[in-house]
């Protein structure tokens, strides 16, 4: 019995790796939770759901608008070439005012569009969106505080076990996916290990066919841009969703090395990324958010055993920087 349990529980949470993969993409949270599949499913068993070591990362770390209105959207049929630039139409590094728009002509030539971030259009707001960051980037000094929490859940599984649903929900997930809280400085966009702030700041890429809806308002000096991507499917086979690939963390599953599991289906949804950033009046970040919600279901193909799961759960980052 011991032995079947302990099988199943980590055919299981190579399945739910697999899942949750856009999760478990980022770093060390993807060598956790695949160790512990191959080693310490009896352990977890055992033990109590995890202990922290995250130094204050509160539960919930979701900061994003939950007042964005999707519908609210232009279709996406009148976005710009997706193979465009997305910069290519706004102000350079996503000035907020006092700057010419190069000419961007999407506003219909108006002079206040052009100098009012509340009044830009989608593919404006997704430009300064990505800007912001580019200049924050490029800033001669920056720290940047970076929180991220995983939540996730099995929700089905074949063989039908609530024994083993117990034991990933409740301990193994838990001590794996569970919130990190970690800081970096930079000096010219580089870290004294040589890291490039580009690479540790929220991707920039996003192009407007990808985003469903795009708000602009304006906070005291301040610019608050909020952004929902459509919604986009991955498969094993196709396993890289376009746009979540150009602003958040969705995972390439064959880079998942499982040993000898195989993972034979792996069903992932994103129902919608939500981008947030709080831009100053100097064009760059005070502070960012992405909530990646997504459900998966899978397949592995241990020996004999082909366990099926399903789940859904969430990756958010919250960032802040300071100058």
Not at 129 to 136: E, G, P, V
Not at 141 to 146: E, P
Not at 159 to 166: F, Q
Not at 197 to 206: E, F
């Amino acid at each position: 019995m011991k032995e079947t349990i302990i099988k199943s529980v980590t055919a299981v949470l190579c399945v739910v790796a697999i899942c949750v993969s856009s999760v478990l993409a980022i770093g060390k949270y993807g060598d956790a939770m695949i160790e512990s599949a191959k080693h310490t499913p009896a352990a977890a068993a055992s033990t109590s759901g995890g202990s922290s070591t995250t130094g204050g990362s509160t539960s919930d770390g979701t900061a994003v608008d939950p007042s964005a209105t999707p519908d609210a959207s232009t279709p996406d049929a009148s976005a710009s070439d997706p193979s465009a630039t997305p910069d290519a139409s706004t102000p350079d590094s996503g000035s907020s005012a006092g700057t010419s728009t190069g000419g961007s002509t999407s506003t219909g030539g108006s002079s206040a569009a052009a100098t009012d971030p509340t009044k830009y259009s989608k593919e404006q707001i997704v430009a300064y969106y990505n800007n912001a960051i580019k200049a924050t980037a490029k800033a001669p000094k920056l720290s940047v505080t970076k929180k991220e929490v995983i939540s996730i859940e099995v929700d089905t599984m074949k063989p039908d076990s609530d024994l083993i649903m117990n034991i990933v929900n409740n301990n193994v997930l838990k001590k794996y996916a569970k919130p990190s809280t970690y800081s970096m400085s930079f000096v010219n966009g580089v870290s004294s290990d040589k890291t490039k702030a580009i690479d540790y700041l929220p991707k920039s890429q996003l192009q407007a066919a990808g985003a469903k809806s795009a708000t602009i308002t304006k906070s005291g000096s301040n610019y608050v841009v909020t952004i929902v991507t459509v919604a986009e499917k991955a498969t094993l086979q196709n396993p890289k969703p376009k746009y979540a690939s150009q602003c958040a963390a969705p995972l390439d599953i064959g880079n998942v090395d499982l040993g000898p599991i195989a993972i034979t289906r792996a069903d992932i949804e994103y129902p919608g990324i939500t981008l947030k950033a709080t831009v100053g009046a100097n064009g760059m970040l005070v502070n960012s958010s992405i909530d990646q919600p997504l459900k998966g279901a899978g397949t592995a193909d241990v020996k004999v055993y082909k366990p099926e799961a399903t789940c859904h759960g969430a990756w958010t980052q919250q960032n802040t920087y300071k100058y």
